[in-house]
C-alpha cells in the first residue's frame, strides 16, 4: 500500500517507518521540517519526505487537502491532539482511504478504576490532554462502527527509546536522577515510591502499528493499549537503575509537599501529572487480536535510554554499566 505518515520522523515514526518499507510499503512521510530520525536505517532513502506545517495548513482548512492529494491507501496520524483537527482530517479523507490509524495515549484512562486497567473501561480522563485524546478515539471509533470511516486507534504508554531521555523514577525527564543512583548518592522519592509508570519501547509501539495494518479486520472499530507487558513502581524502577551501575538504591521517601520543594517547578508539576495517573494498562487485546508481543520488557527499554545517555555525556559514567 502506499502509506502516508504523518509525524514520520519523531519518536514512532522513526522505528515505524522502515518497518512499513521492508513490509513492501511505498512511505510518505509527512512533518513540518526536514529533519532526520532519530535512529538511521538504510529504508529512510527509499521514502517520499514532504514538509507540511499542520498547524498553519489547519487554520487554513487546507491540511487535508494536502494530505489526500498525496494518493494514500493508508493513513497514519502520529500527531493529532484536537478533536478538530480529527474532524478535518476525516472530511478529507472519507472515501480516500482504506485504513486510517491515529496515535492516542493510555491518559484517556485518567485515574485507575481497575489494573491492569483493559480497554473497554470508562473513559475519566483527569487533564486537558486526555480529555482531548479521548474524544478523538470516541469520535474516530463511532465514525468507524458506524461504516462512515475506517479507523482504528493505538494508545502507547510513556514511550523511551534512543534518542530522547526516559521517563525517571521520579516521573520527569531530568537525567540528573540516573546519574544520583549511579554514584550511589540518595534519591528522595514521593509518597512511599509506589506509584505505577507503564513504559513502552517506541520500537514496540511500531509493531502495534504494523500489526493493525496487518490484520486490519481485526483493527477497525477498535482501540489498543500498545505498552511493555508490565508496568513498574518508582521504587522498584529507581532500584532497577541503581543495580545498572552495580549499586544498590538509597532512597528516602518524602511527603509530596516536602518533596516537591527537592526539585525544579516544572518537574515537580511533571512529576504530579504521572503519580496522579499511576498507569498500568493491559496488552491482552492487542495480544488476542492483532498478535502484538512487546520485545522489551519496561527496564529493558528504559535501561537502552539510560545507556545512549550516557553516550551522550548526559550522564557522567562514574561507574560502567554492568
Given at each position: 500500500?502506499?502509506?502516508?505518515?504523518?509525524?514520520?520522523?519523531?519518536?514512532?515514526?522513526?522505528?515505524?517507518?522502515?518497518?512499513?518499507?521492508e513490509?513492501?510499503?511505498?512511505?510518505?512521510?509527512?512533518?513540518?521540517?526536514?529533519?532526520?530520525?532519530?535512529?538511521?536505517?538504510?529504508?529512510?532513502e527509499?521514502?517520499?519526505m514532504?514538509?507540511?506545517?499542520r498547524?498553519?495548513?489547519?487554520a487554513?482548512?487546507?491540511?487535508?487537502?494536502?494530505?489526500a492529494?498525496?494518493?494514500?491507501?493508508?493513513?497514519?496520524?502520529?500527531?493529532?491532539?484536537?478533536?478538530?483537527?480529527?474532524?478535518?482530517?476525516?472530511?478529507?479523507?472519507?472515501?480516500?482511504?482504506?485504513?486510517?490509524?491515529?496515535?492516542?495515549?493510555?491518559?484517556?484512562?485518567?485515574?485507575?478504576?481497575?489494573?491492569?486497567?483493559?480497554?473497554?473501561?470508562?473513559?475519566?480522563?483527569?487533564?486537558?490532554?486526555?480529555?482531548?485524546?479521548?474524544a478523538?478515539?470516541?469520535?474516530?471509533?463511532?465514525?468507524?462502527?458506524?461504516?462512515n470511516?475506517?479507523?482504528?486507534?493505538?494508545h502507547?504508554?510513556?514511550?523511551v527509546?534512543?534518542?530522547?531521555?526516559?521517563l525517571?523514577?521520579?516521573?520527569?525527564?531530568?537525567p540528573?536522577?540516573?546519574e544520583?543512583?549511579?554514584?550511589?548518592?540518595?534519591?528522595?522519592?514521593?509518597?512511599?515510591?509506589?506509584?505505577?509508570?507503564?513504559?513502552?519501547?517506541?520500537?514496540?509501539?511500531?509493531?502495534?502499528?504494523?500489526?493493525?495494518?496487518?490484520?486490519?479486520?481485526?483493527?477497525?472499530g477498535?482501540?489498543?493499549?500498545?505498552?511493555?507487558?508490565?508496568?513498574?513502581?518508582?521504587?522498584?524502577?529507581?532500584?532497577?537503575?541503581?543495580s545498572?551501575?552495580?549499586?544498590?538504591?538509597?532512597?528516602?521517601?518524602?511527603?509530596?509537599?516536602?518533596?516537591?520543594?527537592?526539585?525544579?517547578?516544572?518537574?515537580?508539576?511533571?512529576?504530579?501529572?504521572?503519580i496522579?495517573?499511576?498507569?498500568?494498562?493491559?496488552?491482552?487485546?492487542?495480544?488476542?487480536?492483532?498478535?502484538?508481543?512487546?520485545?522489551?520488557?519496561?527496564?529493558?527499554?528504559?535501561?537502552?535510554?539510560?545507556?545512549w545517555?550516557?553516550?551522550?555525556?548526559?550522564?557522567?559514567?562514574?561507574?560502567?554499566?554492568?
Amino acid at each position: 500500500m502506499r502509506v502516508v505518515i504523518i509525524g514520520g520522523t519523531g519518536h514512532i515514526g522513526t522505528y515505524l517507518v522502515p518497518r512499513l518499507v521492508e513490509g513492501g510499503h511505498k512511505v510518505v512521510s509527512v512533518s513540518r521540517g526536514l529533519r532526520a530520525p532519530y535512529t538511521p536505517h538504510p529504508a529512510w532513502e527509499e521514502v517520499e519526505m514532504v514538509s507540511v506545517d499542520r498547524s498553519a495548513e489547519e487554520a487554513a482548512r487546507t491540511f487535508a487537502g494536502s494530505i489526500a492529494a498525496l494518493k494514500p491507501d493508508a493513513v497514519i496520524d502520529i500527531t493529532c491532539y484536537a478533536p478538530e483537527s480529527a474532524r478535518h482530517l476525516v472530511d478529507g479523507l472519507r472515501g480516500v482511504v482504506g485504513r486510517f490509524l491515529h496515535c492516542g495515549t493510555i491518559w484517556v484512562h485518567g485515574y485507575n478504576i481497575t489494573v491492569p486497567t483493559a480497554e473497554n473501561q470508562p473513559r475519566v480522563p483527569i487533564e486537558e490532554y486526555g480529555s482531548r485524546k479521548a474524544a478523538i478515539e470516541g469520535y474516530l471509533l463511532e465514525e468507524a462502527r458506524l461504516g462512515n470511516f475506517p479507523a482504528a486507534v493505538i494508545h502507547p504508554g510513556h514511550i523511551v527509546g534512543l534518542g530522547w531521555p526516559p521517563l525517571n523514577p521520579q516521573g520527569h525527564f531530568g537525567p540528573w536522577v540516573f546519574e544520583r543512583l549511579a554514584r550511589g548518592e540518595e534519591l528522595a522519592l514521593p509518597h512511599l515510591g509506589l506509584a505505577t509508570f507503564h513504559h513502552v519501547h517506541a520500537g514496540d509501539v511500531a509493531q502495534g502499528f504494523m500489526c493493525a495494518m496487518e490484520k486490519w479486520d481485526h483493527a477497525v472499530g477498535e482501540s489498543f493499549h500498545v505498552v511493555a507487558e508490565n508496568a513498574v513502581t518508582q521504587r522498584g524502577y529507581a532500584e532497577a537503575a541503581a543495580s545498572w551501575f552495580g549499586r544498590e538504591a538509597n532512597l528516602r521517601f518524602l511527603p509530596w509537599d516536602e518533596w516537591s520543594r527537592t526539585v525544579s517547578e516544572d518537574e515537580a508539576a511533571l512529576s504530579l501529572r504521572h503519580i496522579r495517573h499511576s498507569s498500568h494498562c493491559s496488552i491482552a487485546k492487542a495480544r488476542r487480536l492483532l498478535g502484538y508481543e512487546p520485545r522489551y520488557t519496561a527496564f529493558e527499554a528504559t535501561r537502552e535510554s539510560v545507556d545512549w545517555l550516557i553516550r551522550q555525556e548526559q550522564i557522567l559514567r562514574s561507574q560502567s554499566p554492568e
